[in-house]
């Protein structure tokens, strides 16, 4: 009995002159780089819902800081947060003014107006994660495709003698 051949070492093994071995090697390293792929999108999607999770709480935290009384003149203070407040509205809303805050007060309708611009920042946030979902769904499925037609090609092969399935060894 021989060796046998691991799976890197078949899909090293190209241009060998049998067209249904080169055809199932091509598909299969295909199948791997669209592997890749799927993996790079995974992490896109689990960074997008993370900063999805940090504007939430950030919405969250200026919610808190309006004023208690219910005249829209009376300012709500940032308090100890009015640092990092301002830090995450510079990185998820860079476009909007962050000078009324400068003295750790804002009036509510600035404050009604900043939670605005988040709820904006979030929605393009999701926007861009059912772009990368649908772009993973596609790939998945191509994915799946020339994995099937790679094992259906050794299959094929099988059927004409060559025993290349049951050679293979871990490693």
């Known amino acids: 009995m021989g060796t046998g051949t691991t799976i890197d070492q078949w899909l090293a093994s190209s241009n060998t002159g049998d067209v249904l071995h080169d055809s199932a090697v ?5 199948g791997q780089a669209l592997g890749d792929s799927l993996k790079e999108l995974k992490l896109q999607i689990e960074d997008i819902t993370a900063r999805i999770k940090r504007v939430n709480q950030l919405s ?15 300012p709500g203070d940032l ?6 407040i301002l830090a995450q509205m510079e990185e998820f809303c860079p476009n909007i003014d ?3 805050a400068n003295g750790g007060k804002l009036a509510q ?13 979030s929605g393009d946030m999701q926007s861009e994660s059912s772009q990368v979902q649908a772009q993973m769904s596609s790939a998945l499925g191509h994915y ?21 399935a049951n050679n293979f060894r871990s490693g």
């Open 26 to 30: 091509a598909q299969a390293n295909i």
């Open 60 to 74: 969250d935290l200026l919610r808190s800081k309006r004023p208690v009384s219910t005249t829209q003149t009376d």
């Open 79 to 84: 308090g100890a947060d009015k640092d990092t």
């Open 98 to 100: 962050r000078t009324p």
């Open 109 to 121: 309708s600035t404050i009604d107006q900043w939670l605005a611009a988040l709820s904006g920042s």
């Open 144 to 164: 799946n495709g020339f994995m099937e037609n790679a094992s259906g090609t050794i299959k094929k092969r099988e059927q004409l003698g060559d025993s290349t």
